[in-house]
């Protein structure tokens, strides 16, 4: 089958959407599809020495023909100018997209957010005939809702609640990554669930086997001997760190405890402050690592944290979990009632879990992490083989090849 797959984030972006994007885009052409990539120009959350300007943009990646388009700036910008540019987007992308990218294709797939490429997407699958089927992630505008003052929601649900229907009523199938989004799609935007795959997040174990256990990056930056929290992705409002923060500062007369972020985002100017003004000496930050070095970076660390402000209303994981147990590496969970990172790692057993609006249950996760010192390597191993069984990309893309194979022959070229 001829594919588009329409994403903001691919790599040399180091994000786990782009991971995902990528991992999916191979996967398919690996198993013989004809698939191309429309991409944005990488600009955010690269690793050290990459230099945007010097990214192709049109090349053949490990088999897919990934093209890059200049947008206006979505992501680190305020909410505002992020909306203006996002409600710009499905023009300037569909056009650019048209005059670059030569159909007809059996399937246009889109990862949202941000829901304006969504649109984008359908109409470029409604000009080159095929079926459009959006890769539902976060359900927005609701989560963008949940995050911003009160006098911004309604002019996010004014611009953005119609697009989202729009996305809906065009999609032939939607593919979300949990039996809660498809409910809530379901029960509270009344999509049919004829309309609903699961496909959840999954993570290509391949590089985490192959990545060395060592002391590199522990070495690098003064950690060798110290029990490590890390947190290791965007630094943005929905995470909700500061209660990493808080757990940081009950660790303060711990000896050889620390907690590391490494990576960035629009909010890590602001913790690092507030780490400085509370004086916070077991909390470092660093940047983003290469993807090539991210597996090796999770494996020589103690506990990886993943973490979900209960701000949130919607259902999601984190997908950064999916790395941490790809490395064997047991987890601290806090996240918001909805999200099925606490099924997930209650039926692992990979770690410890608590929701995020419970400051004294998320402190005492990290305290009970830290007291399981002698088992977190069974932890580990527990949540490496549950990830193997659910979340591998094997599974992760027969799952995709079957809702291919739903659309085989019922559609032809326009």
Not at 222 to 231: E, I, P, R, S, T
């Amino acid at each position: 089958m001829k594919l588009l797959i329409v994403t903001d984030s691919y790599p040399p972006e180091l994000r786990s959407a782009s991971q995902l994007m990528a991992e999916l885009a191979e996967g398919l052409a690996e198993n013989g599809h004809e698939v191309t990539v429309a991409t944005t120009v990488p600009a955010y959350n690269l690793a050290p020495g990459t230099v945007a300007e010097e990214v192709p943009r049109d090349e053949v990646r490990r088999g897919v023909r990934v093209v890059r388009i200049a947008t206006l700036p979505h992501h680190k910008v305020p909410y505002l100018v992020r909306g203006i540019s996002q409600l710009l987007l499905p023009g300037v992308f569909a056009r650019a997209v048209r005059r670059s990218i030569r159909g007809p294709f059996d399937a246009v797939i889109v990862h949202s957010p941000p829901l304006p490429l969504a649109l984008a997407a359908s109409r470029l699958a409604h000009r080159y005939g095929a079926r459009f089927i959006p890769n539902i992630h976060d359900i927005f505008p609701q989560n963008g809702i949940d995050l911003v003052a009160t006098w911004q929601k309604p002019l996010i649900q004014l611009f953005f609640g119609p697009m989202e229907r729009t996305v809906y009523r065009r999609a032939e199938t939607i593919v979300v990554p949990s039996a809660l989004h498809a409910r809530y799609l379901t029960d509270r935007r009344s999509v049919p669930a004829a309309k609903l795959r699961v496909i959840p997040h999954w993570i290509d174990t391949v590089p985490f086997d192959a990545a060395p256990v060592g002391n590199r990056f522990r070495t690098a930056w003064g950690l060798a001997n110290d029990f490590v929290f890390l947190f290791a992705g965007v630094l943005g409002p929905s995470q909700g760190l500061d209660l990493v923060l808080d757990a940081a500062e009950s660790f303060r007369a711990v000896p050889r405890v620390k907690f590391l972020f490494v990576g960035d985002g629009t909010d890590r100017a602001r913790l690092e402050g507030v780490a400085r003004e509370r004086k916070l000496e077991n909390v470092i930050f660093k940047p983003f690592v290469s993807s090539a070095e991210y597996p090796e970076l999770v494996k020589a660390m103690s506990v990886g944290i993943a973490t979900l402000t209960s701000k949130n209303t919607t259902p999601a994981v984190p997908a950064k979990l999916m790395g941490y147990m790809a490395a064997g590496v047991p987890v601290v969970v806090a996240v918001h009632t909805e999200s099925d990172a606490l099924r997930i790692v209650r039926e692992a057993e990979c770690g410890f879990a608590a929701v995020s609006d419970d400051r004294t249950a998320v402190v005492a996760a990290f305290r009970a992490a830290y007291d399981a010192r002698a088992t977190l390597p069974a932890l580990g191993a527990n949540g490496y083989r549950y990830l193997t069984t659910h979340f591998s990309k094997k599974v992760g893309i027969a799952a995709w090849e079957r809702v291919l194979a739903e659309g085989r022959g019922e559609r032809q070229p326009a």
